[in-house]
């Protein structure tokens, strides 16, 4: 068990202006320009959101997110300002007070119009394109390669592009040619290439650590310059599919580094019908999701979650 003396943080209530609170995180206006993004500690199966908190689970998305950016803003621009919870404070000395309930959990970031297309990435076919392709022999009603098996390895990945649905709804995945028709050709080109240059890298970098980067889901936005930033949670175990490579076996559904002992529990409910409201989860369940978060976090930096320090993004910008 990973210990921590922080307490599981299920909703922040912070003295500022809410605009969003989505299925993890509230979204706090801190003035015309910035945003406070607050990763909680709540979780969703099947678009529900569960009544029990996964302790560490907001301080693992906020930490893995900030160590991706810190090796990624030379390729692309983001909107991260600062994470860093010493640097939040000097520039914002209103939020000491409020300081326990957000720290290590909390980004400072540049407010953007979200682009409302949800940039996925599959470098294997597994989830719902499984299933789709499994159906029919397509993904979002294009066909692929025949002969596909269940966790199959896609060269070279597939830029997959999803809308951005509703809470309580399901993303649908749609075509770049959709994509063209909503963006229109130059973002939704700048949007597939950014998108795989961001999913190769860290498909290199998980793959050193033997970990296997099934697929992703990225999001961006414009900043009031016109500019196309990166927002969001990167490469974490809710935005994507992490697999370890010890346990890969082609031709089956794969064990996951994530919240996959939720969805497994869940799944072997007969008298749920994955609508809300959600079943309580018994505390074993809890704390295996919670370990599972913690170790992807370790195997990834190579650091324990208590142990790691967040970049200072905030002293140079």
């Not at 399901?170 to 939704?188: R, S």
């Not at 697999?243 to 409910?269: A, F, H, N, T």
């Amino acid at each position: 068990m990973f210990m921590s003396d922080h307490a599981p943080v299920l909703q922040s209530d912070l003295d500022l202006r809410l605009l969003h609170r989505g299925k993890v995180r509230d979204v706090y206006e801190i003035d015309a320009e910035t945003l406070l993004m607050v990763a909680s500690d709540r979780v969703s199966a099947f678009d529900v959101v569960l009544p029990q908190p996964i302790p560490f689970k907001g301080e693992v998305l906020t930490l893995v997110t900030a160590w991706w950016l810190e090796q990624l803003e030379d390729r692309i621009g983001h909107h991260l300002i600062a994470v860093d919870p010493d640097v939040i404070v000097d520039r914002h000395p209103d939020l000491a007070a409020s300081r326990d309930v957000w720290q290590r959990r909390a980004m400072l970031v540049r407010r953007t119009d979200p682009v409302l297309v949800e940039c996925v990435v599959r470098g294997f076919i597994t989830g719902s394109a499984w299933k789709e392709y499994a159906k029919g022999g397509t993904l979002a009603g294009e066909p692929l390669p025949e002969g596909l098996r269940e966790s199959e390895r896609l060269d070279p990945p597939i830029f997959s592009p999803a809308t951005k649905a509703q809470e309580g709804e399901h993303d649908e995945n749609i075509t770049f040619d959709q994509v063209v028709d909503l963006l229109g050709a130059d973002l939704a080109g700048r949007l597939a290439d950014l998108s795989q240059e961001i999913y190769a890298y860290g498909r290199d970098v998980a793959g050193e650590r033997n970990i296997i980067l099934a697929d992703t889901k990225l999001e961006f936005g414009t900043a009031p310059s016109g500019e196309l930033l990166l927002i969001d949670e990167v490469l974490t175990p809710d935005s994507s599919r992490f697999w370890p490579k010890e346990s890969y076996v082609l031709g089956r559904g794969q064990p996951s580094l994530d919240k996959q002992p939720i969805r497994d529990w869940l799944d072997g409910l007969e008298d749920w019908d994955k609508t809300p409201p959600a079943p309580d989860l018994p505390d074993a369940v809890v704390n295996e999701a919670s370990e599972r978060y913690q170790d992807v976090f370790r195997r990834l930096t190579g650091i324990s979650l208590s142990a790691y320090v967040p970049p200072r993004f905030g002293t140079n910008r």
